[in-house]
């Protein structure tokens, strides 16, 4: 009985465990100051290819250090220096220099 128990806590902790890990690397990874990161909508992507030039061209925006995409989820995250470069910009350069679709998030956390 209490070996079950035990078992059940486990899984619980092994469950929330991987929950959390998994936020932190796509949302609160630390960030040097001063840099933030921002998941935009991207539409229209198939690729890997269709992904390097989203980044690529996001990259091309002074003040962006780094950008990935991801073409099965749709989404690009960005990471930027916020005294640099805003979101809209980054989102009017990926519109502008590339075929696809480039939405920042409505939903402000
Ligand atoms: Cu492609």
Redesign the pocket.
């Known amino acids: 009985m209490r070996k079950a128990a035990l078992i059940c806590l486990t899984m619980l902790l092994v469950a929330s465990f991987v929950a959390v890990a998994g936020e932190t690397s796509a949302d609160k990874a630390a960030l040097p100051e001063g840099q933030a990161r921002v998941e935009l909508a991207i539409s229209g992507?198939?690729?890997?290819?269709?992904?390097t030039?989203v980044e690529s061209a996001a990259k091309e925006v002074a003040g962006v250090v780094d950008a990935k995409a991801d073409?099965q989820k749709g989404v690009a995250t960005i990471t930027y220096k916020t005294a640099e470069v805003d979101v809209d910009k980054i989102v009017s350069a990926i519109n502008e220099k590339t075929s696809f679709k480039a939405k920042a998030p409505e939903k402000k956390a």
């Open positions: 992507m198939t690729c890997g290819g269709c992904c030039k073409y």
